[in-house]
């Protein structure tokens, strides 16, 4: 059973792993396209994007309810209650950008938080005012990232995810820049603005491939043809909604935890930020590994507690853990080898790396416990336990990552002889908070399966 389930995470998840990579390529594109224009537009896509990505990252979380709840239909063999949930998809994501699209339409009290000038905060509000165009679509495209998952055919999003960020990294420089060479120019010149137009454009173009693919795959035929298009349907959507909200605001919650702690620690100079944000980019990467463990997990954990197959799901469970553990613990290893290099890499200023090499070894500390973390939490998910891991996450992550975090780097301990910590306190109560939702979450997780055995 151990070779079968390894062989079903590994089909599922390593297609999950490079659409993954390739979504976190795009903001990439984005710092290093818009930084070549200006330090307004630079400062608005900090902020601007920090707002974005904690909206859509939460929104995502609540429509992932899709995927536990597809792979359970399909676990019972119900193909008519499968074929039903991707219809309601549809109303789900409508309800959701609704309301997504009325916080970036009005962000003005998110903005005033960050006291800007009035030239970025202008750029900004422009920033957000187009991805709320945007929003639908990529909210459409999680769906069908989550429906795919669910389904267990991951491979199609692989395929859309590479070409939306190739597909970004040819747009959104002609929509950024503008170059003139004699009378000729080269680019629309739209700053921060383009690159939101970029990804607008590119979500309305994967939605509708994704679309595309559930209309015409025989994959998704027999769910599609055993329901029937219907309006919203309140008791289902009541359903996702209360498996998908704790999943969003867990979401919420870790995204939170970080980039508050950017704002913090941009009292401490811009040195100590700049080494922080290297620090956070290598920390947003690794996790991408266990991040995609933990999708297949959920999946193939939905399907087997489904199909009442408790010990295939515990199966997957044990197998889940021990690839994210195994591939965690080398990345642990690497990031310790090599963080001169890495340091180096993020920038050639020699006060910059000494910030980033000190504070890399809390990352490499944490890799295993973080893996663990991740994958109890897809499991629970599985399992439709959501609620339990949001309050776990809200303790690790907010009371004691952020708040201890705060204490440890302005204030220290003094009852103990700790000295403020600067930077190094945040991230020594990230590893804290992160052991703790560890021990938390895989507690939580033995505990429903026993239960199930009952």
């Not at 922080?276 to 193939?300: D, E």
């Amino acid at each position: 059973m151990l070779r079968s389930s390894l062989s079903r995470l590994y089909r599922l998840a390593w297609p999950v792993l490079i659409a993954q990579l390739a979504t976190i390529g795009m903001m990439a594109i984005d710092t290093v396209v818009v930084g070549r224009s200006n330090t307004d537009n630079l400062a608005a896509l900090a902020v601007g994007a920090s707002i974005y990505v904690s909206l859509a990252l939460a929104l995502s979380g609540v429509v992932q309810a899709l995927l536990p709840g597809i792979a359970h239909q399909i676990g019972r063999g119900d193909t008519e209650a499968s074929g039903k949930l991707i219809y309601q998809a549809f109303w789900l994501v409508v309800l959701l950008a609704f309301f997504g699209d009325m916080v970036l339409c009005f962000p003005g009290w998110m903005i005033a938080l960050a006291e800007l000038p009035p030239s970025v905060e202008a750029l900004t509000r422009d920033y957000l005012f187009i991805l709320a165009f945007s929003l639908p679509a990529s909210l459409g495209y999680r769906a069908f990232h989550a429906i795919a998952g669910g389904v267990g055919k991951t491979r199609p999003l692989m395929w859309l995810s590479l070409s939306q960020t190739t597909g970004h990294a040819l747009l959104a420089p002609i929509l950024v820049d503008s170059l003139t060479i004699g009378s000729v120019t080269l680019g629309v010149g739209l700053g921060v603005s383009g690159a939101a137009l970029s990804q607008a454009v590119l979500a309305w173009l994967v939605c509708g491939a994704g679309i595309l693919v559930l209309w015409k795959s025989p994959v998704y035929q027999a769910f599609l043809n055993a329901a029937r298009w219907s309006g919203p349907d309140w008791r289902v959507q009541g359903k996702l909604l209360r498996v998908g909200l704790p999943m969003g605001l867990s979401y919420f919650v870790e995204i939170t935890a970080f980039t508050v702690m950017a704002i913090f620690i941009a009292r401490l100079g811009p040195e100590v930020l700049s080494g922080h944000r290297i620090v956070a980019n290598l920390s947003a990467m690794v996790y991408m590994f266990p991040l995609a463990i933990g999708t297949a997990t959920a999946a193939l954990v939905g399907q087997a507690a489904g199909a009442d197959h408790d010990a295939e799901a515990r199966a997957m469970a044990r197998s889940a853990f021990m690839v994210a553990c195994c591939g965690s613990g080398i990345l642990a290893v690497l990031l310790w080898s090599f963080r001169a290099d890495l340091a180096w890499l993020g920038s050639p200023d020699a006060n910059v790396q000494i910030v980033a090499i000190g504070l890399i070894g809390y990352v490499a500390a944490y890799q295993l416990f973080d893996a663990a973390q991740t994958v109890a939490a897809f499991a629970l998910r599985g399992y439709h336990v959501t609620m339990l891991p949001l309050g776990i996450h809200l303790a690790a992550f907010w009371l004691i990552g952020l708040w201890g975090g705060y204490q440890l780097a302005f204030y220290g301990l003094p009852v103990f002889g700790v000295a403020p910590m600067g930077a190094a306190g945040f991230w020594s109560a990230v590893l804290a908070a992160t052991v703790l939702a560890a021990i938390g979450l895989v507690s939580l997780l033995i505990w429903v399966q026993k239960l199930r055995r009952t």
